[in-house]
C-alpha cells in the first residue's frame, strides 16, 4: 500500500526540541491519515497523536497535548511531529502508520486501524 520511513530521532536533554519526519512512498500521500506512536522499553505501543488524510484535524495524547504538534504536506509526501519540552518520559521509539480512511471512520488511538507502519526512530531524551 504505502511505505515510510521516519527520521529525525536522536539524544537531546531535558526541555530540548526535536522534529520528526516520516516519508511515505508508494501511493498517495494524500489517501492516509498518519499516526504516531511510541513504545518504551517494556512498555506496549501507545498512540501520540493524529491527522488526517488532508491535515485538517488532528488529535493528541493527553501526555503530549500543548507540548507536540502533528502536520503532514501531502505534496512532499511526508508527515511531522514536532515535539517540544522534551522530558524523560518521552524517551521511545517513535513510529508512524498510515490509514487509508477518512477521519469520520477512523479511530486514531486504535493500532489496528492503521495499515502500513515505519520501523521506527528512536527518541533518547536526558537530564
Known amino acids: 500500500q504505502v511505505q515510510l520511513v521516519e527520521s529525525g530521532g536522536g539524544l537531546v536533554q531535558t526541555g530540548a526540541s526535536l522534529t520528526l519526519s516520516c516519508a511515505a512512498s508508494g501511493r498517495s500521500f494524500s489517501s492516509y491519515a498518519i499516526g504516531w506512536f511510541r513504545q518504551a522499553p517494556v512498555k506496549e505501543r501507545e498512540f501520540v497523536a493524529a491527522t488526517s488524510r488532508s491535515g485538517d484535524h488532528t488529535l493528541y495524547a493527553d501526555s503530549v497535548k500543548g507540548r507536540f504538534s502533528i502536520s503532514k504536506n501531502n505534496a512532499k509526501n511526508t508527515g511531522y511531529l514536532q515535539m517540544n519540552r522534551l522530558g524523560p518520559d518521552d524517551t521511545a521509539v517513535y513510529y508512524c502508520?498510515?490509514?487509508?480512511?477518512?477521519?469520520?471512520?477512523?479511530?486514531?488511538?486504535?493500532?489496528?486501524?492503521?495499515?502500513?507502519w515505519g520501523q521506527g526512530t528512536t527518541v533518547t531524551v536526558t537530564s
Open positions: 502508520a498510515a490509514a487509508g480512511r477518512n477521519w469520520s471512520q477512523l479511530l486514531p488511538g486504535l493500532k489496528n486501524m492503521y495499515d502500513s
